[in-house]
């Protein structure tokens, strides 16, 4: 079934030249795709950021103590 997507012309000219030769359902499905690895990407790397700040933190400590 399709459907219709409202935006403004500048918007569409702009995916339009990222989109290319794919058609318009193909180009969507694959950018949902990436945003949400980009979004599992990003929390796996705020996660490692944790982790070092938590283990200089514990580094520091020790240093400290010696």
């Known amino acids: 079934m399709a459907t219709t997507i409202t935006i403004k012309e500048d918007t569409k000219k ?4 990222l989109k290319g030769n794919k058609d318009w359902d ?3 499905k694959e950018l949902a795709f990436e945003s949400g690895s980009l979004a599992t990407r990003r929390e796996l790397i705020r996660k490692r950021l944790e982790e070092l700040f938590v283990e200089e933190t514990r580094v520091r ?3 400290r103590d010696y």
């Open 14 to 17: 702009v995916l339009a030249t």
């Open 61 to 63: 400590g020790w240093a």
């Open 26 to 28: 193909s180009f969507l």
